[in-house]
């Protein structure tokens, strides 16, 4: 039984909710994988940080401890460094790991407009985000080899 024209609707009508579903469009599925990434990242800084300064309370107050923490070697600096620090539960380790993630949040970004375009038979995007995506690959890996 449907309503009258200019009638309001009964109180079963209002409250059956339709839910919409909304299609996953390119700039959505880059919009959720940037979110995802922010937050993952700043959960494994944050988790680092109160890891770190649980362990170690003495960094609140002594300068001298604050400064053994915030020294150039004591952070990992190899990846083999980090995922071990990680398997054995280091705060800084933890941190390294959200500023890792952080750094290749923007490359997942650029392969996904890769496979985006791709779908969509753009061939003058997708080669021209296969070009930047080589360029932030090389530069990775030249930046590692000192």
Not at 26 to 35: F, G, N, T, W
Not at 83 to 112: C, D, K, N, W
Not at 125 to 146: D, N, P, S
Request: some cysteine; overall charge negative; charged content about 15%.
């Amino acid at each position: 039984m449907s309503p009258e024209p200019g009638e309001p609707p009964s109180p079963q009508e209002t409250t059956a909710v339709t839910q919409e579903v909304v299609p996953l469009t390119p700039e959505l599925l880059i919009s959720q994988l940037l979110r995802g990434g922010v937050l993952l990242s700043m959960s494994l800084v944050t988790c680092g940080m109160v890891m770190t300064f649980f362990r170690h309370p003495d960094y609140f107050s002594s300068p001298d401890a604050l400064q053994r923490l915030t020294a150039p070697d004591a952070a990992p600096h190899q990846l083999t460094d980090v995922f071990e620090g990680v398997m054995a539960v280091r705060g800084q380790s933890f941190v390294m790991a959200g500023l890792l993630v952080m750094i290749t949040v923007p490359v997942l970004r650029v392969a996904l407009s890769l496979g985006i375009f791709r779908a969509q038979k753009d061939r003058t995007f997708a080669a021209i985000t296969t070009g930047v995506l080589a360029l932030l690959l090389l530069a990775f890996f030249l930046g590692g080899v000192e």
